[in-house]
């Protein structure tokens, strides 16, 4: 491997490669909630079933489960820079897709096409670990990994403004224009990271992750339409434990594996993937019940009345606290740990929803409620690429950060889906429509807040990370150890021999293979 995770970075980054990562990942963020602002009227639209144009939701989620760990160790392996630009240009090309057409079939294809810029998030924190000094990593990864929430949450009022003023398509051709832009600057501005991973890809494994994922999500995002205990949802479980486990098997056995499934059992990256899945039901829940309370009429009883763009305007601040609590989160990690910071942030995550359940007869309600959780999430997001790359190669950044997105994605789709059949479960028939109830929101909101009590039970189970100075300082030169003249050095040497025997020397805490600065 090329580099460890206490190197310096040799390549030089400009001042904008931050903002421009930061953008790419808000532009591609938004992929994931274009068209929620018309998905009641997708049928009509697409001119089919309601069951069928869901997939065009679905098809956007799969391919981006799918895309991210593959991409992330094809950056590992070719360049993380090439496959962000590659990841944007398959995005922009699904968009035209999905703006050209109103076929169903074509939809769902493009919106396929737009799920690989997802693996854009996991790219651009691999670059910034591989490019940037040390002093600005944390404050840059939080930055990045708030982008995610960021992008869903402003996409919700722009996409309703252009939905209710412009046709449909007009989403799709500025989401390609955006796409064109990300890559513009990222060719301008991102240099390509120097750190290369050894071996080759591992097609095979592809090919079994892929097939194993797209079974296991499938009934996840689609259990609710197909019935939890049907046939086809209970036969598609099965199948992906089989595939899964086949795949694991075979994962073992290669020198060059596309997952590194030793690496991944390591406690701290096993526990902060099982973290990240609570953490992307958390985020989810919100989305998707907020927008429903306050669109629905007043004539329910507790139904908000506002239009989408009011409510898009009110759920927005979710996403832009999270943006905000990036700096936060950088001194918050510097002074403690990404472990505190993760879980501070899963406790905001729980006294947010535990406050919703009496906030919720009020628009501005809603909003103390977006203000609570957007900071609690943004400091969870922020926290989870910074466990990783303390616990993994720089060479593998990549492709572990891929798989830590990969469980929040996990963690979405099945918020998604339990939140759905809450929902549905629920809903009162009124003249042959299914209207959603209070109760049905508030047992979705106490799901969230038990989601937030079993990642904070895994939080804790996460071993301490290296303490910052470990990342900022190097290790000294013989000059530096030895001192200026030969006399200092023996001193040196004299005096640590006397502290060794006054009290034992304290064990690196990362673990590491260079020598650590003496105590």
Not at 49 to 74: C, F, H, K, Q, Y
Not at 178 to 187: D, E, N, R, Y
Not at 261 to 268: D, G, K, N, W
Not at 374 to 396: D, F, K, M, N, Q
């Amino acid at each position: 491997m090329t580099h460890t995770s206490t190197d310096q970075p040799t390549a030089r980054a400009s001042g904008a490669l931050v903002p421009v990562l930061a953008f790419t990942g808000i532009v591609v963020s938004v992929m994931q909630t274009l068209l929620v602002p018309v998905i009641k009227d997708l049928p009509q639209l697409l001119g089919t079933e309601p069951d069928n144009a869901t997939w065009v939701i679905t098809s956007t989620l799969l391919s981006g489960a799918v895309a991210t760990p593959i991409m992330g160790r094809l950056g590992d392996l070719h360049g993380k820079r090439s496959m962000l630009i590659l990841s944007l240009a398959v995005m922009v090309v699904g968009a035209l897709v999905s703006a050209l057409t109103s076929d169903l079939l074509t939809m769902i294809a493009g919106r396929a096409l737009q799920g690989f810029a997802m693996s854009a998030i996991p790219l651009g924190i691999g670059l910034m670990r591989d490019v940037l000094p040390r002093e600005r990593l944390g404050s840059a990864m939080a930055l990045m990994s708030s982008s995610m929430g960021v992008g869903g949450s402003l996409a919700l009022p722009a996409a309703a403004l252009v939905a209710q003023h412009t046709d449909w398509h007009a989403l799709f051709y500025g989401a390609a224009g955006l796409g064109v832009l990300c890559i513009a600057l990222t060719v301008l501005v991102v240099p390509e990271s120097p750190t290369r991973a050894q071996g080759t890809f591992d097609v095979l494994g592809a090919i079994g992750l892929s097939a194993g994922l797209v079974l296991f999500l499938l009934p996840i995002t689609k259990g609710s339409d197909w019935g939890w205990t049907s046939g086809t949802t209970l036969g598609l479980f099965a199948a992906a434990a089989v595939v899964l486990v086949l795949w694991g098997v075979m994962e073992l056995r290669l020198k060059a594996p596309l997952v590194d499934l030793r690496t991944t059992a390591r406690p701290a990256v096993l526990f902060t993937n099982l973290a990240s899945i609570t953490v992307g039901i958390s985020f989810l829940a919100a989305s998707l019940i907020l927008p429903q309370l306050l669109e629905l009429p007043k004539a329910t009883g507790y139904g908000l009345g506002q239009s989408m763009v009011v409510t898009g305007l009110l759920v927005a601040p979710l996403g832009l606290t999270m943006m905000l609590t990036a700096p936060l989160y950088a001194r918050l990690s510097a002074k403690h740990s990404p472990k505190v910071t993760l879980i501070l942030g899963m406790v905001i995550i729980a006294i947010g929803y535990g406050a919703g359940l009496g906030l919720m007869s009020a628009p501005w309600q809603s909003l103390v409620i977006t203000v609570i959780l957007g900071p609690g999430i943004g400091l969870a997001y922020s926290s989870l690429p910074a466990l990783i790359i303390h616990a993994v190669r720089a060479s593998e950044t990549g492709a572990a950060n891929g798989l830590n997105t990969l469980m929040r994605s996990i963690g979405s789709s099945a918020s998604s889906a339990v939140i759905g059949m809450v929902i549905a479960n629920t809903a009162n028939d009124v003249n042959g429509v299914a209207v959603p109830t209070m109760h049905g929101f508030r047992v979705s909101f106490l799901i969230a807040t038990g989601a937030m009590a079993i990642g904070l039970l895994i939080a804790l189970f996460l071993p301490r990370s290296r303490p910052p100075h470990h990342i900022q300082q190097q290790p000294p030169s013989k000059r530096t150890r030895l001192g200026g003249h030969r006399g200092d050095g023996v001193r040196a040497r004299r005096d640590l021999r006397v502290r060794s025997a006054r009290s034992p020397r304290p064990r690196c805490p990362a673990a590491c293979t260079s020598r650590c600065p003496a105590p």
